[in-house]
């Protein structure tokens, strides 16, 4: 489970309010300013523009309470964490690796899935279902079934 994986950060209520308050903050100005951290010694860091992007969302993703881990794009996953990122099930996985829809290596008996592979099949699958359902809802409305 990804949740399992070192550096997976389950923010508290009271965490999750301050980081509501920060988003919303960094939000209105990350596009526009430097943002600056001073530590507790005076030193003074700037942080790149594409970090402070990636702070926002991830202070977002926290003040609604959910568990935010970094997963590295050259990360390796083994066929559960990958279930569990897809939302799927383990067999469902292996199924997919063993059509080849998913690259994957193998480690001794064990199936490996870099992340960005699995994160560009993420992708792909999303925009095939949405594709789907935008020909769902224009051919339900072609037959006036009142969507």
């Known amino acids: 489970m ?55 969302h991830l202070l977002t993703e926290m003040s609604q309470g959910n568990a935010v881990t970094l997963i590295p794009l050259h990360a390796e996953l083994t066929t559960r964490q990958a279930a569990d ?3 799927v099930s383990r067999p469902h996985v292996v199924k997919l690796l063993e059509d080849k829809k998913i690259a994957y290596h193998k480690v001794g008996t064990h199936r490996r899935i870099n992340f960005s592979d699995l994160e ?8 095939a279902r949405r ?7 224009a051919e339900a409305q ?5 969507y």
Not at 120 to 127: D, G, M, P, Q, V
Not at 131 to 137: I, N, P
Not at 142 to 146: A, C
């Open 142 to 146: 072609k037959s006036e079934m009142g």
């Open 2 to 56: 990804l949740l399992e994986r070192p550096g997976t950060v389950v923010p508290t209520p009271d965490e999750a309010e301050l980081a509501a308050k920060a988003s919303r903050l960094l939000s209105r100005r990350a596009k526009t300013a430097t943002l600056r951290i001073r530590l507790d010694d005076g030193e003074e860091l700037i942080l790149p523009t594409a970090a402070a992007k990636l702070l926002t």
């Open 131 to 137: 594709q789907a359902l935008d020909e769902l809802t």
């Open 120 to 127: 560009a099949f993420k992708r792909t699958h999303e925009i």
């Open 85 to 87: 990122y897809l939302n």
